[in-house]
């Protein structure tokens, strides 16, 4: 089982531009979740799905949209990034316990 | 707001030295309890969970939490360190499924 992917594991964007972050989990989860982590401030929760089909938003969803096509998906975009959205993107699917991505960092120029 | 708190964003042991991290949360209703570990440029891995079992949890590579409810409180010890120990450590509350909050972090420095 490769757990939980990201990609990509780097990017840089200008101000403005669009971009898809992908998430991709094997082990059948139902939830998943996109998280952003910032220095001194842990993880927040950008959007979370609880299933195909569905998604919601968690604590900081503003400039963040997601879809949840496939079950073993969950993509993570932003229309028009902002330096504010420079951070690092962690996502994580639930079991038992939730288990975590390798991260995306990301910086807007 | 549910929230968690780490106490010190930075601690530092030495070699073989008792490690202490606290975790304090806030709800009156005890949820699910985690302690992870972050290695730099990694993702997040569990190290240990309270889920109303026991009240002592024992994890991985040697670390333990207790969850003391009159404090509200799931702090982190390991007995001794070792300089593979280092990396930062992130507790969180799992309020339900879709609601896990995290603390800000505490970043382990252990010097030989």
């Known amino acids: 089982n490769a757990g939980v992917t990201q990609t990509p594991k780097f990017r840089v964007l200008k101000t403005?531009?669009?971009?898809?972050?992908?998430c991709a989990q094997d082990m059948n989860h139902e939830y998943m979740y996109w998280y952003r982590q910032d220095p001194g401030m842990g993880l927040r929760l950008i959007h979370y799905s609880v299933g195909e089909g569905t998604t919601a938003k968690g604590e900081v969803p503003d400039g963040y949209n997601v879809s949840r096509l496939k079950k073993q998906n969950f993509l993570l975009g932003l229309e028009s990034a902002a330096p504010s959205q420079?951070?690092?993107y962690f996502c994580a699917s639930m079991g038992h316990e939730q288990y975590f991505g390798p991260g995306t960092r990301l910086t807007v120029t | 707001a549910q929230s968690v708190t780490q106490l010190g964003s930075h601690v530092s042991v030495s070699e073989g030295a008792l490690v202490l991290l606290?975790?304090?949360?806030?709800?009156?209703?005890p949820p699910y309890l985690f302690w992870y570990v972050q290695y730099p440029n990694q993702g997040l891995q569990l190290l240990l969970k309270y889920t109303s079992a026991a009240t002592l949890v024992k994890g991985i590579n040697g670390f333990e939490a207790e969850f003391k409810k009159s404090e509200t409180s799931f702090h982190l010890t390991k007995p001794s360190a070792h300089m593979s120990d280092a990396a930062e450590y992130f507790c969180a509350a799992a309020y339900n499924n879709n609601d896990m909050r995290f603390g800000a972090g505490t970043r382990l420095t252990v010097k030989p």
């Open chain 1, 16 to 22: 403005g531009q669009s971009m898809t972050l992908l």
């Open chain 1, 86 to 88: 420079t951070s690092v």
């Open chain 2, 22 to 29: 606290r975790c304090n949360y806030s709800s009156s209703v």
